[in-house]
């Protein structure tokens, strides 16, 4: 069997087309990835921002408040300030220890211990899941051949958690 130049010149263009195609698709993997990432922090978020309303009127309610209200009230402020979204995670995650910590402080009314708890059960539900898929991203662009192509992405800063019940299911 002979080789001529246009067998050569085929064969080294279906090499250069399953390069590229190989590359775009890891590209595409990563791209996916950090959209799923940012998709679930604007799930959180919205949790987050309605605990925060929840507790800026139950911080208003009580005219005679004991000083735990100001340590919430300076917490909530610093959260209201927050630009980058993984410090935003980060200070959610301190006001949801501090509000577990010393919720039998706060002057509530059933209703409001009630309503508290339930808010404070989905922004804890929303960090796990984020922090789940923050932690798959960073599991992917740190494995080859990911990593070759990852040198634009930094890696997701993630919550510290004990111990997790449940099963999270990495795809």
Do not use: C
Request: aromatic share 14%.
């Amino acid at each position: 069997m002979n080789l001529t130049k246009n067998h050569l010149f085929n064969i080294v263009f279906w090499i250069i087309i399953f390069v590229f195609m190989g590359y775009k698709s890891i590209e595409h993997t990563i791209h996916v990835h950090e959209q799923g990432v940012l998709a679930v922090f604007q799930d959180y978020k919205f949790q987050a921002q309605a605990r925060l309303n929840f507790l800026k009127l139950m911080n208003g309610d009580d005219p005679v408040r004991p000083p735990i209200y100001m340590d919430l009230n300076s917490k909530i402020k610093r959260i209201d300030y927050e630009l980058d979204p993984y410090q935003y995670v980060k200070l959610n995650n301190e006001l949801t220890l501090f509000i577990n910590q010393s919720i039998d402080r706060f002057r509530l009314t059933q209703k409001e211990a009630e309503s508290i708890g339930k808010l404070q059960a989905y922004v804890e539900q929303e960090a796990l899941i984020y922090n789940s898929h923050a932690n798959s991203f960073n599991l992917l662009i740190s494995r080859f051949p990911y990593k070759l192509f990852s040198s634009s992405y930094e890696l997701i800063p993630t919550l510290n958690y004990a111990l997790v019940e449940g099963v999270i299911v990495e795809r």
